[in-house]
C-alpha cells in the first residue's frame, strides 16, 4: 500500500517559513489514499501569462493534465496547461503579512504616475 | 453524394442512425457514471465524453432527419433528432452490442470506452474522407473528441492492467465480458456496405492498437478469432437495451413534448 498524504500551498505546519511539510510524509499515521494535490495554470490566449486555475487529484503530472483538461478547459478557457504537485508550491505565511505588506502601503512615490506623457505615446 | 456508387435511400438512412445510435447509448451508459465516479476529476471526464457522444449523436440524427422527411409521403411528418432518439424501440435501434453492455466497475467501463472509441478513431479516419459532405464534416468534427477519448481510456487501461494485483484482475475480468462483443464491430450490416469504408484494414489497425495498448498494460489475452456475438446492428439486442431506453425514454413518452 502506497502511503500518501495530502499537501496544500500554503499549508506551512511545523516548519513556520512558508515550505509545505514533507518531512513526515509515509510515518504520518493516517493512510490516506486519495491521489496528492496539484495545482493548475492555464494561458488563456497565446501571448498571455499562465494563470492559476485551482487545483485537483490526480495519480500523476500526466493525469494531472487531463484531468485539468477536463476539468478547467471545458469552456474554450485556455490553449495550455501547467501542472505542479502542491507541496512544491512555497506560501509566504499570513502571520507575517505586517512585516511583509504593510510597509508599501505609504509609498505611492513607487507607482509610476509623476511621470509626464509624451501625446505621441500610446497605449499607456 | 457518392458518385461512383449508387446509396439507396433507406441504406443512407440505416447508416446515420446506427452511427448515431452507437454514439447516443455509449453516451448515455457513460451518463449514468456523472455523480457516482470514483473520484470527482474522473466523474466530470467520463461526463464530457459522454457529452461528446451525445453531441456526435445529435449531429448524425439532424442528417437522418433530413432524407427520413423527404421520403415519405405524409404531409406532416415530425421526425426530429428528438423523436429519432426518444420515441424508436429496442428493434428500431441499430447499435452494436458492445456499447449497450452495462457499465460493472470502472474496469469495465474504462475496457468498454477504449474498445469503442479505438473502432470509432479508426472508422472516422475513413469517414473523413467520404464523399458525402455532410458525412464527412461530421467525421471529422468527432475525431478530434474520439482522438481524446482514445488516449484517455487507453491510459487507464494501462494504468489498471499495470497496476495492483486487484486492478489487474478486474481488467481481465473486464476482457472476458466484453471480447465476445467486438467482433460485432468489424461485420459489416448490409447498410454498411458500399459507404467506402475498409473493414478489413479497420480491423487490422483496431486489432494492432488494442495489442500495443495490451502489452504495455501487461495484460496476456487471447486476441485472435474467438467466437463473438452479433445482431445489434440489425436490432437484435440483448436485454440490456430495453432497460436502458426505458429509462432514456419514460419522460418523453410518459410527457410527449414536455419541456422545462
Known amino acids: 500500500m502506497i502511503l500518501l498524504r495530502k499537501f496544500y500551498y500554503g499549508d506551512y505546519g511545523e516548519s513556520k517559513n512558508g515550505a509545505a511539510d514533507i518531512s513526515s510524509d509515509n510515518s504520518s499515521s493516517g493512510v490516506v489514499t486519495e491521489w496528492p494535490l496539484w495545482e493548475v495554470f492555464i494561458r488563456s490566449k497565446q501571448g498571455l501569462d499562465h494563470k492559476h486555475a485551482g487545483s485537483l487529484h490526480a495519480a ?65 | 453524394m457518392n458518385k461512383s ?39 466530470i471526464a467520463i461526463s464530457n465524453i459522454a ?72 472508422l472516422y479516419q475513413q469517414l473523413q474522407n467520404n464523399a458525402d459532405d455532410q458525412l464527412k464534416a461530421i467525421a471529422a468534427k468527432a475525431l478530434k473528441e474520439v482522438t481524446y477519448h482514445v488516449r484517455w481510456s487507453s491510459e487507464w487501461v494501462i494504468r489498471l492492467g499495470d497496476g495492483t494485483d486487484e486492478s489487474k ?11 465476445m462483443f467486438t467482433g460485432e464491430l468489424f461485420e459489416p450490416a448490409s447498410y454498411e456496405l458500399n459507404m467506402s469504408t ?5 480491423k487490422e489497425e483496431w486489432n494492432k492498437k488494442v495489442c500495443s495498448v495490451f502489452e504495455e498494460a501487461t495484460i496476456d489475452v487471447p486476441v485472435e478469432k474467438k467466437w463473438h456475438q452479433s445482431g445489434g446492428k440489425t436490432g437484435n439486442h440483448s436485454e440490456h437495451l430495453g432497460l436502458l431506453l426505458a429509462e432514456m425514454q419514460f419522460m418523453q413518452r410518459a410527457y410527449p413534448n414536455s419541456e422545462w
Not at chain 1, 509566504?92 to 509609498?107: C, E, G, I, Q, W
Not at chain 2, 475498409?198 to 479497420?202: S, Y
Open chain 2, 51 to 122: 457529452l461528446d457522444l451525445i453531441g456526435q449523436a445529435r449531429n448524425f440524427y439532424q442528417y437522418a432527419a433530413i432524407p427520413i422527411k423527404q421520403s415519405t409521403n405524409q404531409p406532416i411528418n415530425l421526425t426530429t433528432e428528438d423523436s429519432l432518439a426518444y420515441l424508436r424501440d429496442t428493434r428500431e435501434y441499430k447499435n452494436c452490442l458492445l456499447v449497450e453492455q452495462p457499465n460493472g466497475d470502472w474496469a469495465q467501463t474504462i475496457l468498454k470506452q477504449f474498445f469503442f472509441s479505438t473502432y470509432q478513431y479508426y
Open chain 1, 60 to 124: 500523476d503530472a500526466a493525469m494531472a493534465i487531463e484531468n485539468a483538461r477536463d476539468v478547467y478547459t471545458r469552456r474554450m478557457e485556455g490553449v495550455s496547461i501547467w501542472v505542479v504537485e502542491s507541496k512544491h508550491i512555497h506560501a509566504s505565511n499570513p502571520d507575517d503579512a505586517d512585516a511583509l505588506y504593510d510597509p508599501a502601503n505609504d509609498k505611492a512615490y513607487r507607482h509610476p504616475t509623476f511621470y509626464n506623457l509624451p501625446d505621441a505615446v500610446k497605449h499607456m
Open chain 2, 5 to 43: 456508387i449508387n446509396i439507396s435511400t433507406d441504406q443512407l438512412i440505416n447508416y446515420l442512425l446506427h452511427l448515431a445510435d452507437n454514439s447516443l447509448i455509449m453516451g448515455h451508459r457513460n451518463s449514468e457514471w456523472c455523480g457516482h465516479g470514483p473520484i470527482l476529476e474522473q466523474d
Open chain 2, 198 to 202: 475498409d473493414f478489413i484494414l479497420m
Open chain 2, 169 to 179: 484482475k478486474r481488467l481481465l475480468r473486464a476482457f472476458d465480458e466484453l471480447w
